[in-house]
């Protein structure tokens, strides 16, 4: 059986969804706490093998379900810590293999709005430093693609941001580069592009960028956004072989997302949803992503104001 590597490609994505994120200009002023659930559906049928495109009735429709809690809170109105936390779920429609589940990794982020430039009277550029650490928090396999939920290695990202805002129309967008730590699986010996014999995978790093337009007020978010992930290394899935956890995975992805704020009685709580296809890829399934949130903003200041962007 070929089997594929896109549910890692899903956990890149999948904790950076809604509400005030790290790949967002939104900042929550000083005392804000933003706290929620989010729910994700990500499913492939087609996907590439190496650069080949195809399909496999031994697994059919592979699906990926996360269920997770986020957070936010404004340290100063210039500087956010976020957190998220996901439970992972795994299946496949045809085929013998069984899905996996469980709590995945914990990750945990700070964002940095270093300055905000006026150009003329009704647009500003802001600029952003963002870092962001992950780890997995349990024990799962990470040798059992695609059913893994995770790849479980210890993650350390680094985040460039522009925000360009004319009125309530913006454009964002960023650059990224992802430190990988080592990993070690449950076997003394594997073979890659030569024999290893040892159970310690080395892990290539990761860069690519986010960019996103749209409309944005306090009511109201409505962006399209496009996103790329590259790894800087690893190797093809070979033919007749099961995918490995150091494998190159490459993917470009498009969508749009959706944010409502309630005022008045219901002021503080706010809806998301969203929904990202992959267009382009290299040893990842050619998947659609939904999703949806639900989150509330504690203002513990005296301020009216909940979050600036």
Same mark, same amino acid.
């Given at each position: @059986?070929?089997?594929? $590597? ?12 809604? &509400?005030?994120?790290?790949?967002? &200009? !939104? ?33 059919? $429709? ?25 439970? +992972? ?6 085929? *013998?293999? =069984? ?36 780890? %997995? ?8 693609? %695609? ?16 925000? #360009? ?11 990224? #580069? *992802? ?5 070690? !699986? ?16 080395? @892990? %290539? ?7 996103? &337009?749209?409309? /944005? ?6 962006? &399209? ?11 093809? !899935?070979?033919?007749?072989?099961? %995918?490995?956890?150091?494998?190159? @995975? ?8 959706? =944010? ?6 219901? /002021? ?8 990202? #296809?992959? +267009? ?8 659609? !992503? ?15 104001? *909940?979050?600036?962007?």
């Amino acid at each position: @059986m070929k089997f594929f $590597t896109t549910v890692c490609v899903c956990i890149f994505m999948v904790c950076r969804l809604q &509400a005030q994120t790290d790949m967002d &200009a !939104i900042m929550l002023n000083k005392n804000v706490l933003c706290v929620g659930g989010m729910y994700s559906h990500n499913s492939w049928k087609n996907y590439w093998e190496g650069t080949f495109k195809r399909d496999n009735e031994n697994l059919g $429709t592979v699906s990926t379900q996360m269920i997770g809690i986020m957070g936010n809170y404004g340290i100063t109105s210039k500087l956010n810590v976020l957190f998220n936390l996901p439970y +992972v779920q795994t299946k496949a429609t045809n085929g *013998t293999l =069984k899905g996996l589940k469980g709590v995945q990794d914990l990750g945990l982020s700070v964002k940095y709005k270093i300055h905000t430039f006026s150009i003329g009277k009704k647009s500003r550029l802001a600029a952003f430093a963002i870092g962001n650490f992950s780890f %997995p928090v349990t024990n799962y396999v990470a040798d059992f693609l %695609p059913m893994s939920i995770g790849l479980h290695s210890k993650n350390l990202t680094f985040r460039g941001m522009l925000d #360009y805002q004319l009125g309530k129309f913006f454009t964002t967008a960023s650059g990224y #580069y *992802t430190l990988r730590s080592n990993i070690r !699986i449950d076997r003394t010996a594997y073979y890659d592009t030569e024999m290893h014999l040892t159970n310690e995978v080395d @892990m %290539p790093n990761v860069a690519g960028f986010n960019a996103r &337009a749209g409309y /944005r007020s306090r009511t109201w978010i409505a962006e &399209a956004v496009l996103d790329n992930m590259n790894t800087l290394g690893g190797f093809d !899935i070979r033919k007749n072989d099961m %995918p490995f956890p150091s494998n190159k @995975m490459n993917a470009t992805m498009t969508g749009v997302n959706f =944010k409502y704020s309630f005022a008045r009685a219901l /002021r503080g709580l706010e809806l998301t949803a969203g929904a990202k #296809y992959t +267009v382009a890829g290299r040893n990842v399934g050619q998947a659609t !992503i939904v999703n949806g949130g639900v989150f509330y903003l504690m203002d513990f200041s005296k301020k009216h104001a *909940t979050y600036e962007n």
